[in-house]
């Protein structure tokens, strides 16, 4: 163990200290030492085959300018393991390209990189009608699959029309006409997507087509915002087409708008008012407001209202206004007509009448007025009074001998009697109250001779669930 001891401590003592110092040179400086290779920045160090030979270092370099053909031209020069680079190249990225191979070889000190951009036009073409001929040789070698691409894409194209032009099939699909159409627009669309997409995976260019979906989606969100109107009421006249609210030819109020359903696009709903003049309602608004339907219950009710004396007995006045409303041939017996007394008033009692007519056999508007009509002759007959309104006016402030300074004709005037009531002339005769076609007849005639997209149908569901048109009493 002594022995051992010894033997070490004389080893320590022989051997000199540089056998066990620590290594603090830089990776460039311990590159530059015999028989050393390092890496340098992290990078593999490529190394020559004699490292402390300048001329190793530059012919390992030219060996490797060589096989790169954007650093045929460079000269290089090495003197005490220093590196300079000479000559021109085409691009930036040749010169810095040359640099960075330079510094990587073992043995190299520093990289003095002289290298100058060649800005001539023969030498800038060069390169250029290199890269295009490459491409068109990838091109070249390319079309058999191009053609096959193509092919398909135009395969499922025509197989996506041919689909879409069969309506028979559509029709019993989606019986709504908008729908119908709608799908046969999209069919084409879709198998056209499905066409690119397989010729695209045929190309292996699959990432091309999510760039372009990309940018589509993009651009559509911006479109979108553009034309929302035209959207929302498109939208809407998909709802209504589907819904059917109203027929051809329906008597509706739409926004206070009242007239005859003429046809339903896919922007507006068109009605002819009663006074034969065209009114374009955007679909949108058609959608969100309140629809009154005149024409979906042939029985509708008429109301008015006739004031009698405050001397008068309103329910003999009532009983007497029924009666003669029942007399009328156009008023319903079922459901029969009822009135009420809606007020008293400053110098009558108003009576409110409410018979029921159908609309497939008399006019609204002639019925309302012959009921009138009807009511008012019959209360004069039994002694009714339908007043006119009378106003009692007060003056203050007359002095009281103001009477005794009229005229004597004026005192006997106002002691005189009552003038005699008028006459009241009432007309013989019924009236006519059959409903009046023409509005119906000029939306007949419109739409016969218009062309114009029509997305209601007479063979389509409502939303009320019947089928057909709207029943007639």
């Known amino acids: 163990m002594i022995y051992r001891i010894a033997l070490a401590c004389a080893l320590m003592l022989c051997l000199p200290d540089a056998a066990f110092a620590q ?47 954007a650093l045929s031209n460079v000269d290089i020069t090495v003197q005490q393991g220093v590196v300079r680079l000479n000559g021109t190249v085409v691009e930036t990225d040749a010169a810095d390209q040359a640099e960075t191979l330079a510094g990587r070889v073992s043995g190299v000190v520093a990289v003095d990189n002289a290298v100058q951009i060649d800005s001539s036009v023969d030498k800038r073409l060069g390169p250029a009608a290199q890269r295009t001929r490459a491409v068109l040789d ?13 092919v398909t894409a135009i395969l499922f194209w ?58 589509a989606g993009v651009l559509g969100l911006a479109v979108g915002f553009a034309v929302k109107d035209t959207i929302e009421n498109f939208i809407s006249s998909i709802m209504l087409s589907i819904r059917q609210p109203f027929r051809a030819n329906d008597l509706v109020e739409i926004d206070g708008l009242r007239g005859n359903v003429v046809r339903l696009t896919s922007r ?78 400053d110098s009558n ?12 056999h008399t006019d609204f508007l002639k019925a309302k007025s012959a009921s009138i009509r009807a009511v008012k002759q019959t209360l ?28 004597s004709s004026a005192k006997e005037g106002s002691q005189a009697a009552p003038p005699e009531p008028k006459v009241k002339a009432i007309a013989k005769g019924e009236m006519d109250t059959r409903p009046d076609k023409s509005i119906e ?33």
């Open 23 to 69: 290594d603090d040179r830089t990776p460039v400086e311990a590159a530059a030492s015999p028989g050393t290779i390092t890496l340098t920045d992290g990078d593999i160090a490529i190394a020559a085959e004699d490292a402390n030979a300048d001329d190793a270092i530059e012919a390992r370099l030219r060996g490797i300018f060589d096989v790169i053909p």
């Open 158 to 215: 025509l197989a996506g029309a041919l689909i879409a032009r069969q309506k028979w099939l559509w029709s019993r699909v989606a019986p709504n006409p908008l729908i119908s159409n709608l799908i046969r627009m999209v069919v084409p669309i879709i198998f056209g997507l499905l066409g690119v997409v397989i010729a695209l995976n045929i190309l292996d260019a699959v990432a091309i087509l999510s760039a372009v979906l990309g940018a």
């Open 349 to 360: 009692i108003v009576l409110t009448f409410a018979p029921w007519i159908n609309q497939s």
């Open 380 to 407: 004069e007959e039994k002694g009714f009074t339908l007043p006119e309104p009378i106003y009692r006016l007060r003056i203050d402030g007359v002095p009281s001998t103001l009477a005794t300074e009229l005229p």
């Open 268 to 345: 507006a709903t068109i009605l002819m008012t009663p006074d034969g003049n065209h009114v374009r309602i955007p679909n949108a608004n058609v959608f969100n407001a309140i629809i009154t339907n005149y024409t979906r219950n042939p029985e509708r009710r008429i109301t008015f209202a006739l004031g009698v004396d405050a001397d008068d007995d309103p329910v003999a006045g009532i009983d007497t206004g029924l009666a003669a409303l029942q007399k009328l041939d156009f008023v319903l017996a079922e459901p029969t007509p009822t009135a009420w007394i809606e007020e008293v008033g």
């Open 441 to 473: 007849k000029k939306v007949s005639e419109d739409r016969a001779a218009t062309r114009e997209e029509d997305l209601l149908s007479a063979q389509a569901p409502t939303e009320f669930g019947d089928e057909g048109q709207t029943p007639k009493a």
């Open 138 to 150: 990838d091109t070249i070698s390319l079309l058999p699959l191009l053609a096959i691409a193509l």
